[in-house]
């Protein structure tokens, strides 16, 4: 019983480990520049100070050049944050929407990210009704979004510990009370540790392969075939969020609305999130 068990630990705790690596692999890519944009040093604090500094004075497009440079040197979701705001003062609701979706898929769990995004979502013109959802599919999401990349995995990773202990206390501790607690602990732990994981490795997706994007032109035509002369299907305008379904071609992608609806787009006219 004792050898079953720690096979169990050490299997599962190779694929941990390797999810880790996998996490590690996603910050080094995506969110290397985070913890640097947050310990900006003294001339990058300045340069930040000056964005801000333009936003609460209204000097709206200084802020945008502002913040804009300092994505050049990485993601981040407050600068994405400060700079949908600038765009929204500004009036560009297009690319307010663009920037808040970008700084929520890095925070996920940012009410005020969501709470803006919302705003700047009702000012836009096209209102369309998606196409109802399994209740445990949205629970599921909503649970998911719930906490960050990072969070996720520390939290897996301190189960896992704790997971172990509980074991060690049912293979060593002697009291069947104890055996008993440290066996269901362990289990309950473990089961925890890989959920976790799977979050994790979930937001990791989500960050690497960005699927949707924002209609930037004020209204565009969606055809049924990639090309100008295809039938027109419906109309678009800025600001509304698609699904890229194809996006193989260079100068055309075919997007799908949350209704249900496809189409091909020109390239152009839509921006990755």
Not at 3 to 32: A, C
Not at 90 to 98: E, M, N, P, Q, V
Not at 201 to 213: E, P, S, T, Y
Request: aromatic letters at 10%; charged letters at 20%; a neutral charge.
């Amino acid at each position: 019983m004792k050898k079953i068990f720690f096979i169990m630990v050490i299997l599962l705790f190779s694929e941990f480990v390797w999810g880790q690596e996998n996490r590690d692999t996603v910050q080094s890519d995506t969110l290397s520049v985070i913890q640097d944009v947050i310990d900006l040093n003294n001339n990058e604090a300045a340069t930040k100070g000056m964005g801000d500094s333009a936003y609460i004075k209204g000097d709206y497009l200084t802020a945008i050049q502002v913040y804009e440079s300092l994505l050049q040197q990485g993601e981040s979701a407050e600068i994405y944050y400060n700079l949908g705001n600038s765009y929204y003062k500004s009036g560009d609701i297009a690319h307010a929407i663009l920037n808040y979706e970008r700084a929520l898929l890095l925070q996920p769990e940012n009410g005020d990210i969501r709470a803006n995004l919302k705003i700047a979502n009702a000012k836009t013109i096209d209102k369309i009704t998606p196409i109802p959802e399994i209740f445990f599919i949205t629970w599921i999401k909503s649970l998911i979004n719930s906490l960050n990349i990072d969070t996720w995995a520390k939290l897996g990773i301190i189960s896992f510990m704790l997971c172990l202990i509980g074991l060690g206390t049912f293979l060593y501790i002697k009291a069947i009370k104890w055996k008993k607690v440290g066996f269901i602990g362990g289990i309950t732990l473990l089961i925890f540790a890989m959920i976790c994981n799977i979050f994790a490795f979930q937001q990791k997706k989500n960050i690497m392969v960005r699927n949707n994007a924002i209609v930037l032109s004020p209204s565009i035509t969606v055809r049924s075939t990639p090309s100008e002369n295809g039938t027109s299907l419906f109309i678009l305008h800025e600001g509304h969020k698609v699904e890229i379904k194809d996006g193989s071609m260079q100068e055309w992608k075919e997007i799908r609305l949350k209704d249900g609806k496809v189409g091909w787009l020109p390239a152009s006219s839509i921006e990755i999130i």
